[in-house]
């Protein structure tokens, strides 16, 4: 099924022309570059931790008889029992390289995803006020809340 939204955006070529972006507007743009390159570093270290936890212990997918998790996105395949023990490992593992968070119990990676969303979302609400889309617009769309993001990335970088 399609959705299709309709938007009636509040800019013009001449706004786009004479656009000069404020410093809250840049300060998110940088942020979000800041985030995103926070994400790439972290995550190619947690999935290596994760696959390494996996391969080490051998854990069985409690739903399929004999089958062996090989994946860190199928983890929740785990018994609980394994799966404290696999969460605490990768925590330990993770402590070890200097992937620390406040709370010790949370993932590196997904609080990094976590903060590149809240970044994204704050960048979305006041580019979005300047064009006429709101966030809720947007929500509607995976694909276009993607492509407005990198829109304004692209037309903020410049700024920066």
Excluded: W
Excluded at 19 to 43: E, G, H, Q, W
Excluded at 120 to 146: C, H, P, T, W, Y
């Amino acid at each position: 099924m399609r959705v299709k939204i309709k938007m009636e955006l509040k800019i013009t070529k001449e706004t786009l022309d004479n656009f000069k972006p404020t410093s809250k507007m840049i300060y998110l743009c940088r942020d979000v570059f800041v985030n995103m390159a926070n994400v790439k570093c972290i995550k190619p270290i947690v999935e290596e931790i994760q696959k390494k936890v996996l391969r080490e212990n051998k854990f069985k997918n409690c739903h399929e008889k004999g089958e062996i998790i090989q994946e860190p996105k199928h983890s929740y395949l785990m018994s609980d029992s394994d799966f404290k023990i696999y969460h605490k490992q990768t925590r330990m593992e993770e402590d070890k390289v200097g992937l620390t968070v406040t709370n010790p119990e949370f993932c590196p990676l997904l609080v990094a995803e976590d903060d590149l969303r809240k970044a994204e979302n704050k960048l979305i609400d006041i580019m979005g006020a300047f064009v006429g889309i709101s966030r809720e617009q947007l929500s509607r769309s995976l694909k276009g809340r993607r492509e407005f993001i990198e829109l304004n990335l692209r037309l903020l970088a410049g700024f920066i």
